[in-house]
């Protein structure tokens, strides 16, 4: 920074050269991470019923409705819980992968 600003550059060429790329990781490792939390907490408020209204298909409204059709949709309801802890885990993967770039 020192070194651009003794040849003159200007406060806009610091900005968009120097500190904003320095900037871009973080900012995507934390939406990433908030994107990982809004897909658990809208299962979680969809599988309580106070999510999404029902007709719309959602994991929180599949999950809730394989625990009341009975024991056959049981194993549908393990497996949509399985593929939404995927989805979280693979996000958070690749926000590590960026954090270590």
């Not at 060429?13 to 900012?27: E, K, S, T, Y």
């Not at 809004?38 to 999404?52: M, R």
């Not at 949709?73 to 693979?90: D, E, M, N, R, T």
Request: contains cysteine; glycine residues 10%.
């Amino acid at each position: 920074m020192e070194a651009a600003r003794g040849l003159g550059a200007s406060n806009m060429r610091l900005m968009f050269r120097h500190i904003l790329p320095q900037c871009v990781a973080p900012f995507l490792i934390l939406a990433t991470t908030h994107l990982g939390v809004a897909i658990i907490i809208e299962a979680s408020l969809g599988f309580l019923g106070v999510g999404i209204p029902p007709p719309t298909p959602t994991w929180g409204n599949m999950l809730s409705d394989a625990l009341n059709s009975g024991a056959y949709y049981l194993a549908s309801a393990v497996i949509g819980v399985l593929l939404a802890a995927v989805s979280v885990a693979h996000i958070r993967t690749q926000s590590a992968g960026i954090a270590t770039q």
